[in-house]
């Protein structure tokens, strides 16, 4: 008889009772002392259940769960509760304790292999103690009889930390609750990937080092080629300067091709957690704030990707092998190298200073950004009553006039500036030294 529950347990769909799974987790959240409601259960898990469903249900509910098959001996050694799992429909006699939840419960296919659990509560060598849906005590059954009706795997609960997931029980864990979004998201994820910065970090100190061949190469040019008049040496130089570009670019690909997947990663991953956390905030966060800015903010979340793949990420990746090109440069000439540090440290002072007036500006720009996405958001859902009430002048100049306060307060940036100054302290050094 085993082997025949066997069988239809291993060809055929597993699904859980519908009824029978809320009852088995109302049962599991008050033995540990968890808040349940069958209604957010059924909205965030819609039937029908199957077991792994049913485990990550268990989990949400703050317990782990885990399927093991039934030992040979008895269950003495097992912890409890368990959950068997008994092979047929559940029985007539279970209880409707979830009337709410009736209509959201889809009906099961003839063809399917409905399993009903039984949660056992007392075990010992031969014997074992389980309750049934819409049973009020436990019923004592033999263990071989025990193992003939169910299923050949138990399903082990216990207790798991955090205790209750928000999106179930309502409880907010105070460790993410006062964990505000910003980088102590962002670098977790960030550390996931250790392999892959490995290998980008291999890529650029491979870029880093033929970068070095290119100056070299032009110095044996003109030091060697052209005073000397060697065509075999400059073909020589060609042909590795061909090679190169050719792995620095090869190169090159390949560490952007990693960057710019992991950003890809990174941003679904960031973008799921916000989102999951935007839909569990309350109803008066929404009525007080315009959709279009919960959109342009939600959007803030691509921001992050652009960051990940940008030329920011690549100039961290790039500064420890900084200390090669001063090495060379002090080689070359420490006056210049010098030279080239000070301007270097008057960019760094400069943008510390900054970095108020930036933020501000930044901040003040969002915001604006935030308002004219709103705007087009709120107008456009209602283009019936603006066409209708024929204000489509006033829109536009309202529009025109956000979009202006926008575009005006972009950011400049002192950076070209700076630019200009160290390539002319650098060039007029270089030549009064010469």
Not at 20 to 27: D, I, K, Q, R
Not at 370 to 377: M, S
Request: glycine share 6%.
């Amino acid at each position: 008889m085993q082997g025949m529950h066997q069988d239809a347990v291993a060809d055929s769909e597993e699904h859980v009772d519908a009824q029978a799974a809320l009852w088995l987790l109302a049962s599991l959240s008050g033995f540990y002392r968890q808040p349940f409601d069958a209604e957010l259960v059924i909205q965030r898990f819609p039937p029908p259940f199957d077991l792994p469903m049913l485990i990550e249900a268990l989990g949400a509910l703050g317990l782990k769960a885990g399927l093991a098959r039934w030992p040979e001996v008895g269950l003495s050694a097992w912890p409890l509760p368990a959950v068997a799992l008994l092979v047929g429909p559940s029985p007539s006699t279970v209880l409707r304790a979830f009337p709410k939840t009736e209509s959201a419960v889809s009906p099961q296919s003839p063809s399917q292999t409905l399993l009903t659990p039984a949660l056992i509560v007392q075990h010992g060598d031969d014997t074992l103690a389980w309750v049934k849906p819409g049973q009020s005590s436990p019923e004592t059954v033999a263990f071989d009889a025990a193992r003939a009706q169910a299923a050949p795997v138990l399903l082990l609960v216990a207790q798991a930390e955090p205790p209750v997931s928000e999106s179930v029980s309502r409880a907010e864990n105070p460790k993410t609750a006062k964990k505000p979004f910003g980088f102590s998201w962002f670098i977790p994820e960030l550390l996931r990937h250790k392999t892959i910065w490995r290998d980008v970090l291999l890529a650029s100190l491979a870029i880093q080092l033929v970068g070095l061949a290119t100056p070299l190469f032009t110095q044996v040019i003109i030091d060697q080629v052209i005073a000397h008049h060697s065509e075999s040496t400059l073909i020589v130089l060609g042909v590795a300067l061909v090679v190169f570009m050719l792995f620095t670019s090869g190169m090159s690909w390949l560490r952007q091709y990693l960057i710019l997947h992991t950003g890809a990663r990174i941003d679904a991953v960031l973008g799921e957690k916000v989102l999951r956390h935007l839909l569990h905030l309350p109803l008066p966060y929404f009525e007080a704030r315009p959709t279009g800015t919960l959109v342009a903010r939600l959007h803030g979340v691509e921001q992050l990707r652009e960051f990940v793949s940008g030329a920011a990420v690549s100039l961290v990746l790039d500064l420890p092998f900084l200390l090669i090109f001063l090495a060379v440069m002090f080689a070359y000439s420490w006056q210049l190298t010098l030279i080239a540090l000070g301007i270097m440290a008057l960019i760094v002072t400069a943008s510390l200073f900054m970095v108020p007036i930036f933020r501000e500006g930044l901040d003040k720009q969002f915001l604006l950004g935030a308002r004219n996405q709103a705007f087009l958001t709120e107008y456009l859902a209602g283009i019936a009553t603006v066409k209708a009430l024929q204000l489509e002048p006033d829109v536009g100049k309202r529009y025109g006039t956000y979009l202006a306060q926008y575009l005006s307060d972009l950011p400049p940036s002192a950076v070209p500036m700076f630019r200009q100054e160290s390539w002319l302290k650098v060039t007029g050094s270089r030549c009064w030294l010469v």
